[in-house]
């Protein structure tokens, strides 16, 4: 009853629990709500930084990981060669699929500020700096850009993933357009 006789009552959930129900009962509690007070608000948030910049690169060529383990299962038919594995987006993997790509001749290149089963099974770890140590770009809970800064000096000469993943571009691409909108 309180809720409902708010002035401006502000609703706050999330999606890490993946729970459907959940997403779903807090969806129909935000519309209950805004429905009889047109001064509520509701928010909600992303289970890490980035989630939502992430989900704006989906596409069309986006393999999901099953989608993944039938290229790597069809590689003699596949023009795929190797995969980048970027900082932790591989640490919701099972095991299984982790061991599916271990088993895989696919040269796996791994980006990461820490010790992970990923980085463990990777054929080449570029270390990364942190978020504290480097500075950067978020795409925040409201899709928007926002910038972050290094928080302290790194303690070795050490470069951000998207540096690193700007210097590949280059070698790869050269001159290509990728590398040019990667500036």
């Keep these: 009853n309180k809720l409902l006789n708010a002035k401006k009552p502000l609703i706050i959930g999330g999606w890490s629990s993946q729970c459907p129900q959940l997403l779903k009962a807090a969806l129909e509690l935000i519309d209950a709500v805004t429905s009889i007070n047109v001064n509520a608000c509701s928010l909600m948030v992303a289970p ?7 989900l704006m690169l989906l596409d069309q060529h986006t393999l999901s990981f099953e989608q993944l383990s039938s ?34 001749d696919l040269t796996l290149i791994a980006l990461d500020h820490s010790n992970s089963r990923v980085t463990e099974m990777a054929d080449l770890v570029i270390p990364v700096a942190p978020v504290t140590e480097g500075d950067g770009h978020f795409v925040n809970y409201q899709g928007l850009v926002q910038a972050f800064y290094q928080v302290h000096p790194s303690q070795l000469p050490i470069m951000e993933s998207w540096r690193w993943l700007n210097l590949i571009a280059r070698s790869l691409f050269g001159s290509h357009p990728l590398s040019q909108q990667l500036n």
């Design 48 to 54: 890490q930084s980035n989630s939502v910049g992430t």
């Design 71 to 104: 290229v790597i299962d069809n590689e003699s038919d596949s023009k795929v060669d190797g995969l980048i594995l970027l900082e932790q987006e591989f640490s919701q993997l099972t095991s299984s699929q982790l061991a599916k790509l271990q088993k895989t």
